[in-house]
């Protein structure tokens, strides 16, 4: 049987192509997929900015979520709802961005009932790496009753509204850092409280240690933020690493580290534990407003992948964007 994949070719053209199960990689478990998500990764690997292809034609899509069709694994059988994130694919492995994906069965992780298809991408990669980052946080100690806010970078991004919608629901002071003056508004709806321009974060502190300012913070973009945020942190904190959209050059000291004790814990979400993943996606279940992550997604086509993956990259998009891979 045949079915629609996006296919990436070496000089970069994407197409909806018709492709076979014996096309797919090798793996133990076939998956009828749902849906994936469009993710900054995804639009630099459309584009060929970023070199992690290493073979072609490829399938984009770094998560996706669905029905097992078929498995050589006993931990899955045929109609068990599944959800991926990480492990490369949609780099090294083809993706979601295909009607069907056979995977490594240590890969995926059963989807909790209470999350749909739909839901558990417009979660995705994004807000499973934001509940990773509040896990790591909270393992160093931070708690909702503390005096003080959680710092998010980014926060108009996708792991960035869902920490933050996460973070307020759970009691938190939040404020959210972004440079698009339009998503003020939208922060405030997912319960930020102050909002930071990103223009204050970049400028850096004037020494390698500023005023005591963030319980905790989840950093999405990296460069001289990190090094501000890190210098901002009050005693005893930690920072959770995430993205390095800016830079992966880290410009400090070891004075927030030896001075006030600060953590930086950076989030691979790719290889987590098996334990740890299905932890956060039962968190997630649970203490994430869905009607907020509702508010927050949109849906789209693959055929409109191809330039919704453009304007990602250009930072015109917000929240989380859903690809309907059968429609």
């Known amino acids: 049987m045949t079915f629609n994949a996006l296919l990436l ?33 995804d639009g630099l690997i459309m584009n060929g900015l970023v070199k992690l292809v290493k073979e072609y034609p490829h399938v984009p899509g770094i998560d996706f979520a669905g029905t097992v069709e078929a498995s050589e694994d006993d931990r899955y059988k045929p109609g068990d709802r599944v959800v991926l994130n990480g492990w490369r694919v949609g780099e090294i492995h083809w993706g979601g961005y295909a009607q069907k994906a056979r995977v490594k069965a240590d890969w995926l992780v059963p989807l909790p009932d209470a999350i749909s298809t739909k839901r558990a991408m417009a979660i995705g990669t994004a807000g499973y790496t934001a509940m990773l980052s509040i896990m790591a946080l909270e393992d160093h100690g931070m708690k909702p009753d503390q005096d003080g806010e959680v710092l998010v970078t980014g926060a108009s991004g996708g792991v960035g509204s869902i920490a933050c919608a996460i973070l307020a629901n759970l009691g938190y002071k939040v ?9 003020h508004a939208y922060l405030k709806s997912l319960g930020v409280s102050t ?17 005591e300012r963030w319980i905790g913070a989840i950093d999405n973009v990296g460069g001289s933020t990190l090094h501000h945020v890190l210098a901002t942190l009050k005693y005893w904190s930690c920072c959770a690493s995430v993205g390095l959209a800016a830079s992966n050059e880290l410009h400090t000291t070891v004075l927030p580290f030896l001075m006030r004790g600060i953590t930086l814990q950076g989030i691979d979400s790719a290889t987590c534990p098996f334990e740890r993943r299905v932890m956060a996606w039962e968190r997630l279940t649970n203490e994430l407003p869905m009607d907020k992550l509702d508010a927050l997604t949109s849906e789209i086509t693959l ?12 930072g015109q998009t917000q929240g989380r964007i859903v690809v309907d891979v059968n429609s």
Request: glycine fraction near 12%; aromatic fraction near 2%; charge should be negative.
């Open 175 to 183: 404020a959210g850092s972004t440079g698009s003056e339009s998503s």
């Open 303 to 314: 055929s409109e992948l191809p330039e919704v993956g453009k304007k990602i990259l250009k």
């Open 9 to 41: 070719d070496q000089d970069m053209t994407l197409a909806i192509k018709q492709v076979s199960d014996n096309d797919l990689p090798a793996g133990e478990v076939l998956v009828k997929v749902d849906y994936s998500t469009l993710n900054f990764k």
């Open 195 to 211: 909002i930071v321009p990103r223009s204050e974060l970049e400028e850096g502190p004037r020494g390698p240690l500023g005023g």
